[in-house]
């Protein structure tokens, strides 16, 4: 069974940068599609970023294109997603999950096999 474990939310600024991790373990495959979801009170969860670990396939969402990116060290099987230029409507609990092959890179929640547990982010003005 796979295990994710976020890391890396905090408070910030508007104007702030924040980097959020999520490793890898268990029975692991050797790539998978992994994403980060967000989801704040009284919202869905939305998915902004998603990639396959193995190649280059990547989306990002409008909503944090050009200020998150997102990334995977597979010597360390650690997802990453940087976010700058953060908003306070960037305030949410921040999941990474994942989905073993056959998979595709997207936002559809129910598609995705694991989840972390969730780190907080909130983004003062």
């Known amino acids: 069974r796979v295990q994710l474990v976020e890391s890396g939310g905090g408070s910030v600024q508007a104007g702030g940068s924040l980097k959020l991790s999520c490793e890898v373990s268990?029975?692991?495959?050797?790539?998978?599609?992994m994403g980060w979801f967000r989801q704040a009170p009284g919202k869905e969860r939305e998915g902004i970023a998603a990639?396959?670990?193995?190649?280059?396939?990547?989306a990002i969402a409008d909503s944090v294109k050009g200020r998150f990116t997102i990334s995977h060290d597979s010597a360390i099987n650690t997802l990453y997603l940087q976010m700058t230029s953060l908003k306070p409507e960037d305030s949410a609990m921040y999941y990474c999950?994942?989905?073993?092959?056959?998979?595709?890179?997207?936002?559809?929640?129910?598609?995705?096999?694991?989840w972390g547990q969730g780190t907080q982010v909130t983004v003062s003005s």
């Open positions: 999950a994942a989905d073993h092959p056959p998979c595709r890179v997207g936002f559809v929640v129910k598609n995705y096999d694991y």
């Open positions: 268990g029975d692991t495959y050797t790539s998978y599609c």
């Open positions: 990639i396959w670990t193995g190649g280059a396939s990547r």
